[in-house]
């Protein structure tokens, strides 16, 4: 197939319909040049070439779903865009959480000559205790998102207050608390 003889039109309708030669085309074509786009964002290329490709097998295996009412260029642009903001929030959710295992390891290790009993009031006596030492904001929004559970959403339309504002103050939360000797 060559460049000359295929529409954009024909080669969304080849994808749709299954035809692997469009798909091929679609790969060989466009594969290089989104990975140049999402290198410039992620400054990173193996993981530019991991996006493009999830982003690309999707194409592929969601193909009778796919609904792409501008140019294909675009959508392929806008689609590796919206993975590399997805893998941007999986990525700080991640840090998050392996910061609060790594606070709980280091609790842990420090209360390690006492008995489980000993050790699990002790930490609670304590960690309530520097939880309340918090600033009001960080405290509000630390306890709903950990004790309450509550999403960052939720927790900045409770408190009249941005997503980042809230991710802000529970990261400020967490920073103070590794401080806390246990």
């Known amino acids: 197939m060559s460049s000359n003889s295929i529409t954009e039109k024909d080669l969304i309708l080849g994808l749709k319909n299954g035809d692997e030669a469009c798909y091929k085309y679609l790969f060989d074509h466009y594969y290089n040049p989104l990975c140049v786009f999402v290198k410039k964002l992620s400054g990173n290329l193996p993981v530019s070439e991991d996006l493009v490709q999830e982003v690309l097998i999707k194409i592929w295996t969601k193909r009778d779903e796919i609904k ?12 590796v865009h919206n993975q590399f903001l997805l893998h941007i929030r999986d ?19 420090s209360l390690a000559d006492l008995s489980d009993r000993e050790r699990t ?62």
């Open 121 to 182: 009031g002790v930490k609670l006596d304590k960690l309530n205790a520097a939880v309340e030492s918090l600033p009001a904001r960080c405290k509000t929004a630390f306890k709903l998102s950990r004790y309450d559970g509550l999403k960052y959403k939720d927790i900045a339309e409770s408190m009249n207050i941005s997503k980042k504002t809230v991710e802000h103050q529970i990261s400020k939360a967490l920073s103070i608390l590794r401080k806390v000797q246990f």
């Open 91 to 109: 990525k700080k959710f991640q840090v998050v959480e392996l910061d609060l295992l790594k606070w709980e390891v280091l609790i842990d290790e």
């Open 68 to 79: 792409i009412d501008r140019s294909l260029k675009s959508y392929l642009f806008r689609a």
